[in-house]
Antibody, heavy 121, light 110 residues
Framework: QGQLQESGPGLVKPSQTLSLTCTVS??????????WNWIRQPAGKGLEWIGR???????NYNPSLKSRVSISLDTSKNQLSLKLSSVTAADTAVYYC?????????????WGQGTLVTVSS | QTVVTQEPSFSVSPGGTVTLTCGLS?????????PSWYQQTPGQAPRTLIY???IRSSGVPDRFSGSILGNKAALTITGAQADDESDYYC??????????FGTGTKVTVL
């Protein structure tokens, strides 16, 4: 069974870079069976797909965020990371990491519990 | 920008049936968008209900079913129960590794 846990600063200043980590247990981020995704949700609003990374390191990003986002793997720690630059208040949200089954498009089968990031000075 | 639209809210009586839909601004939804559906209660991470149009995730009751209805993806709850009161989100695959979530539907059971 996969387990995912997000971590990182809960408060980020405007114009700075948001950095989050998702620690994966019960599976390896190097497994070719999965993609590893980041998804966010502003308070009271809907879910927004941010992007994903594959075991090879290849990535796909939401076109609306592509210029500011970077997702990568740290295989030594079995983690994935998210970096979002030049943040504004609009980036305040709960950020989730989620595992996607590579052989089954659109199946996000395990999610972390989410971590709230607030952008404020 | 691609927008995936869902009904903002639905109300259903206990034991009743409700069908939620998921439409795409730029085209008809088909199986090639691999529509999936997620249920979310307040303060919780989403839970997978349906993937690849109509496959129920492990442990999901068979009162939940997915389909394509006309030019939209659809999630039907047959015999609604009180604990089905949640927010429901669809997800569509746009190709080239890109996903988009729907706007979400709040379902009330009363």
């Amino acid at each position: 069974q996969g387990q995912l846990q997000e971590s990182g600063p809960g408060l980020v200043k405007p114009s700075q870079t948001l950095s989050l980590t998702c620690t994966v247990s019960g599976g390896s981020v190097t497994s070719g069976s999965f993609y590893w995704n980041w998804i966010r949700q502003p308070a009271g609003k809907g879910l927004e797909w941010i992007g994903r990374v594959y075991s090879s390191g290849s990535t796909n990003y939401n076109p609306s965020l592509k210029s500011r986002v970077s997702i990568s793997l740290d295989t030594s720690k079995n983690q994935l990371s998210l970096k979002l630059s030049s943040v504004t208040a609009a980036d305040t949200a709960v950020y989730y990491c989620a595992r996607e089954v590579a052989a089954t498009t659109s199946l996000f089968d395990y999610w972390g519990q989410g971590t709230l990031v607030t952008v404020s000075s | 920008q691609t927008v995936v639209t869902q009904e903002p809210s639905f109300s259903v009586s206990p034991g009743g049936t409700v069908t939620l839909t998921c439409g795409l601004s730029s085209a008809s939804v088909s199986t090639t968008h691999y529509p999936s559906w997620y249920q979310q209660t307040p303060g919780q991470a989403p839970r997978t209900l349906i993937y690849t149009t109509n496959i129920r995730s492990s442990g999901v009751p068979d009162r939940f079913s997915g389909s394509i209805l006309g030019n939209k993806a659809a999630l039907t709850i047959t015999g609604a129960q009180a604990d089905d009161e949640s927010d429901y989100y669809c997800v569509l695959y746009l190709g080239s590794g890109i996903y988009v979530f729907g706007t979400g539907t709040k379902v009330t059971v009363l």
